[in-house]
């Protein structure tokens, strides 16, 4: 799955929340996903928090097979920026 898969996957989530920050999850050459509100693409842009993992680690995370907590915990998962906005993803992970 590459990350315009993910970004598909995610996008009815993101459509229907009521998420109003921007977070871009990094990871590295494989691209970008950034949330920004209710949109979502796969082009790079500033945000108010960047999520740095693997693209493995981030389907997993979609998959709900990773633990957000726990990726952060075991330095799976790097944040980058505001600390909250990362807390606020839960609700469409």
């Known amino acids: 799955m590459g990350v315009q898969d993910i970004a598909a996957k995610l996008k009815p989530r993101v459509e229907a929340s009521d998420f109003n920050r921007s977070v871009k999850f990094d990871t590295g050459s494989d691209g970008v996903v ?3 509100g209710n949109s979502i693409s796969t082009t790079d842009a500033p945000t108010d928090c960047t999520i740095k993992l693997s693209l493995s680690d981030l389907e997993d995370l979609i ?3 990773l633990s957000p907590t726990t990726a952060f915990m075991t330095g799976k998962l790097k944040v980058e920026g ?4 990362a807390m606020g993803l839960q609700s469409l992970l």
């Not at 505001?82 to 906005?85: F, I, P, Q």
Request: hydrophobic content about 50%; glycine content about 10%.
């Open 82 to 85: 505001d600390m909250s906005v």
């Open 34 to 36: 950034v949330i920004d």
């Open 63 to 65: 998959a709900g097979e």
